[in-house]
C-alpha cells in the first residue's frame, strides 16, 4: 500500500506553488512549512535535485530541537546513523575540529549556524515569522 501511495504523493509535491507574503507574490516549486531540522533536510534534498524550494518557518530559528538546546545525541550504534544526518554531524565535527564520532552534539548556536550555511550553499529560499493562515 505504501509503494501504491508515493507516486500519488510525489505527483501532489512536485507543482509551482504561488503564495503572497506581505502583498507580494512568490513563487517555488516546494513550500515547505516548519523550520525544524527534518523541514531543513527537506529543504536541502529538495534544491539539491534541482527544486526552487522556499522554507517557512513561524519562528526566528532553523534547526528544531537540534538547534534549541536537546541536540546531545544518546544514539547507541552510531554505525546506523546515514545519508544527510551523518552529513550534519560531519559538518559539526568539522566544525569543532573533532573526529567524526567524538560528538555527541552542536551547541544550539553552532547547529544553527551550520543549518543556515547548509540551506544557503543549497539555494533554499527562507521565510521566518509567518503562520500559514490558509491553503
Not at 505504501?2 to 503564495?19: C, D, E, K, R, W
Request: glycine share 14%; net charge negative; with cysteine.
Amino acid at each position: 500500500m505504501h509503494t501504491a501511495i508515493q507516486p500519488y504523493i510525489l505527483s501532489i509535491l512536485i507543482f509551482s506553488v504561488g503564495i503572497n507574503v506581505c502583498g507580494q507574490d512568490r513563487k517555488h516549486e516546494i513550500v515547505i512549512y516548519g523550520a525544524t531540522a527534518s523541514g531543513a533536510i527537506a529543504a536541502i534534498a529538495a534544491a539539491d535535485e534541482g527544486a526552487d524550494v522556499l522554507l517557512i518557518g513561524p519562528g526566528r530559528n532553523v534547526g528544531g530541537m537540534v538547534t534549541g538546546g536537546l541536540s546531545h545525541n544518546d544514539y547507541g550504534d552510531r554505525t546506523v546513523i546515514g545519508g544527510m544526518a551523518l552529513e550534519f554531524y560531519g559538518k559539526v565535527a568539522e566544525y569543532y575540529k573533532k573526529p567524526l564520532y567524538y560528538w555527541r552534539g552542536p551547541e544550539p548556536h553552532v547547529g544553527e549556524k551550520i543549518f543556515r550555511d547548509w540551506l544557503a550553499d543549497a539555494g533554499v529560499d527562507l521565510l521566518f515569522e509567518k503562520r500559514v493562515m490558509e491553503v
